[in-house]
């Protein structure tokens, strides 16, 4: 009879118990699936970062552009920059490819193309004391070029973004929708933005082209080896707390 009663004090516990452990195995193997999926895109990226180079696609293509398929592709497009409509989207470059890092801003210059439509190129990283155009005034450069770069999606927000500042041509993050709208109103704008590739012969070295941060963080094993941990570990507790009630109610039946 003790030995019943003390099986049914661990009734609840043992509920309790199962619906822990249910919950964190489920956690583990969600963060399993987040790895499998983090390493296909980290695969499908590396890939794509060593493709030829296509012409970064017209307005007639716009429409049905999937662009999370086409971010990092190389492209390759020719214009005319509009140096004078640049804008200044904020950046810490802390892994710079290039000699030049720490704060300042990536450039982002429109470009208009002989067919008359606009594309934001991401002309590379300057420091902060660089910001203004006149101390890079050999940098700006003129006439008809040929930019090969990698095609990118918008970028997102999170809830730490501070908000984009047009009145100041301040921005924080690459949205070529708000950013064209501000420096190049009225123009057939494209939905993505150009990374402009490393350009050795850049006059003045700056912008600091080749600078897209390709980074996908991938803790997803040891976030799961957490959860399946903190199971084992509830399942223990467990155990040592179901020993201690029956040895309990033994003693109490002697």
């Given amino acids: 009879m003790p030995a019943r009663t003390g099986l049914r004090s661990l009734l609840a516990p043992g509920i309790a118990t199962l619906a822990g452990l249910a919950i964190l195995i489920g956690l583990g193997t969600w963060q ?12 499908t990226v590396d890939a794509r970062l060593a493709a030829e180079p296509i012409a970064a696609p017209p307005p007639a293509a716009w429409a049905g552009l999937d662009l999370d398929a086409l971010d990092y592709q190389p492209v390759t497009v020719t214009g005319r920059f509009l140096h004078d409509r640049e804008a200044h989207v904020f950046i810490g470059l802390t892994q710079p490819r290039g000699p030049l890092g720490g704060p300042g801003y990536f450039i982002l210059t429109p470009l208009e193309t002989a067919d008359g439509w606009t594309v934001i190129v991401n002309r590379g990283f300057v420091p902060q004391d660089r910001k ?13 070029v040929n930019v090969t770069g990698l095609l990118r999606r918008p970028e997102l927000r999170n809830p730490f973004t501070p908000a984009d500042e047009p ?18 109103p009225g123009a057939e704008a494209a939905p993505y933005t150009i990374d402009a590739a490393y350009d050795p012969a850049q006059p003045g070295g ?7 941060v390709v980074s996908f963080p991938n803790n997803h094993l040891m976030y799961a080896l957490t959860w399946y941990g903190l199971g084992l570990v509830l399942v223990v507790v467990f155990i040592a707390f179901a020993r201690g009630r029956l040895r309990g109610a033994d003693g109490r039946a002697a």
Avoid: C, H, Y
């Fill in 132 to 144: 203004d155009p006149a101390t890079r005034a050999e940098g700006q450069v003129s006439g008809e």
């Fill in 167 to 184: 009145d100041r041509n301040m921005w924080f993050t690459r949205d070529p929708a708000a950013i064209a709208a501000a420096v190049v």
């Fill in 206 to 212: 700056i912008p600091q082209g080749g600078e897209s």
């Fill in 32 to 43: 399993l699936q987040r790895l499998a999926w983090k390493n296909e895109l980290i695969a």
